[in-house]
């Protein structure tokens, strides 16, 4: 990490622009920003201090978090982005850690506008990988080299994910971080996403319950 204005360590998919801290509704967190040199997308890195004050290193509690306006902004129940970006900062407040906020990866990286036509299509009775398919594209297409530039700039190199994506984990250790662990955020499930996480367990390999009951969740 550095504290210079901005900087840029050579190689690194990220280039650090600023430092502040921000209040927000569950605790005042570090807010670390950095422009994607790949996609040219600009990602956060949110950091919250451990209990005895120190900032998260190796070993840390963090969630790779991608940006959902449906889900965070509009409180779509289509899918469970809001409750899970929630849960995530709450934990982070309460035990130390870091969520990277990624944008542009709308709709699992499809963009707004394709996302709203997978909807469509679910009206229609295509379950969500189907309806990326119908589009002709593909049914994830996030990228996490951002991220691991991000963990990279924080000293992180071992992390505890809070995820069930299997997929997640593999790509962020393909980019060099090791996923110490896989720790489960269960949140935000309703009648009305509850087909949607279904096809992520069993159709996209997401380490869910059998049964999902309205209440509890899971995280993407
Ligand atoms: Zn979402």
Redesign the pocket.
């Known amino acids: 990490m550095s504290d210079a204005l901005t900087s840029s360590t050579p190689g690194s998919p990220v280039h650090f622009e600023v430092s502040t801290n921000v209040p927000t509704t569950h605790g005042t967190f570090q807010m670390r920003a950095y422009r994607d040199l790949v996609t040219s997308a600009e990602h956060v890195a949110i950091i919250g201090t451990l209990p005895d004050g120190s900032l998260p290193s190796d070993g840390a509690l963090v969630r790779v978090h ?1 940006e ?5 902004a509009f409180g ?1 129940l ?5 409750p ?1 970006l929630d849960a995530a900062l709450d934990t982070i407040a309460a035990e130390g850690g870091v969520v990277v906020y990624l944008r542009g990866q ?2 699992r990286g499809i963009g707004l506008i394709n996302k709203l036509k997978a909807y469509r299509l679910q009206e229609d009775g295509l379950d969500t990988l189907d309806a990326n398919l119908a589009l002709g594209l593909p049914a994830d297409s996030r990228a996490y080299g951002g991220a691991a530039g991000i963990l990279a700039d924080l000293g992180i190199t071992r992390v505890r994910l809070l995820s069930n994506n299997p997929e997640k984990r593999r790509q962020l250790e393909e980019h060099g971080i090791t996923v110490e662990s896989l720790v489960p955020l269960v949140v935000g499930v309703s009648p009305q996403n509850a087909g949607y996480l279904d096809t992520k367990r069993d159709r996209m390999g997401h380490e869910l319950p059998a049964h999902l009951e309205a209440g509890a969740g899971a995280a ?1």
């Open positions: 991608s959902c306006l449906t889900g965070e779509s289509k899918c469970e982005c809001g899970q709308e709709g993407g």
